[in-house]
């Protein structure tokens, strides 16, 4: 299962609201997870299940869809938000990572 | 706290070898899958391998099927992966992570900080 994400990189100010979206080659359920990596760190869970978010990640964090699309929005970016955004389809072998898309500043 | 470290990076030639290790902590270990990721440098995030919590069912990316061995030791909390015939394109941060699930949900969480394996002559 191919995942595209789009775009795959975007510029953002401060403040701004931001929208990734992921689309599935066939469907997957909400079989869908949202990563956030920073430079030089390990991947982090923001979202699984699609929409469900991860304890401990702020409510600016928000996912939607099932099937093939899906989003994920970050009401108003915040300094520490800009970094590098994946999708995972957890929905069959083998699984698949989005290509990523990258958040810079404006 | 939940926690995983992997060792056994470094620098390998060419159709040589290497196994990478991850230890699992603060969690009942045998209970989970657990899985490897890896990530060229520059580039995005690639599955590699996953394992069932009792060991007996593995899965594996094409591009590693016949040359890569994910194994794990309960009693050590530990994760393998042997990596054979290595290639340049292996060359990577790989990082292990713990599959968790549920009834219609499962994500990886959390990550190990990664080891780099590099592949040259």
């Known amino acids: 299962i191919q995942l595209t994400q789009s775009p795959s990189s975007l510029s953002a100010s401060v403040g701004d609201r931001v929208t990734i979206t992921c689309r599935a080659s066939?469907?997957?359920?909400?079989?869908l997870a949202w990563y956030q990596q920073q430079p030089g760190k390990a991947p982090k869970l923001l979202i699984y299940?699609?929409?469900t978010l991860q304890s401990g990640v702020p409510s600016r964090f928000s996912g939607s869809g099932s099937g093939t699309d899906f989003t994920l929005t970050i009401s108003s970016l915040q300094p520490e938000d800009f970094a590098t955004y994946y999708c995972?389809?957890?929905?069959?072998?083998?699984?698949?990572f989005g290509g990523g898309t990258k958040v810079e500043i404006k | 706290e939940v926690q995983l470290v992997e060792s056994g990076g470094g620098l390998v030639q060419p159709g040589g070898s290497l196994r990478l290790s991850c230890v699992g902590s603060?969690?009942?270990?045998?209970?989970?899958?657990m899985s490897w990721a890896r990530q060229a440098p520059g580039k995005g995030l690639e599955w590699v391998s996953a394992?069932?919590?009792?060991?007996?069912?593995?899965y594996y990316a094409d591009s590693v099927k016949g040359r890569f061995t994910i194994s794990r030791d309960n009693s050590k909390n530990t994760l393998y992966l042997q990596m054979n015939s290595l290639r340049a394109e292996d060359t990577a941060i790989y990082y292990c992570?713990?599959?968790?699930?549920?009834?219609?949900?499962?994500?990886?969480?959390?990550w190990g900080q990664g080891t780099l394996v590099t592949v040259s002559s």
């Open positions: 992570a713990k599959f968790n699930g549920a009834s219609s949900s499962r994500w990886f969480d959390p």
């Open positions: 603060e969690f009942t270990f045998s209970s989970y899958s």
């Open positions: 394992i069932s919590g009792s060991g007996g069912s593995t």
């Open positions: 066939q469907g997957i359920s909400s079989y």
């Open positions: 299940a699609a929409s």
């Open positions: 995972q389809q957890l929905n069959s072998y083998p699984l698949t």
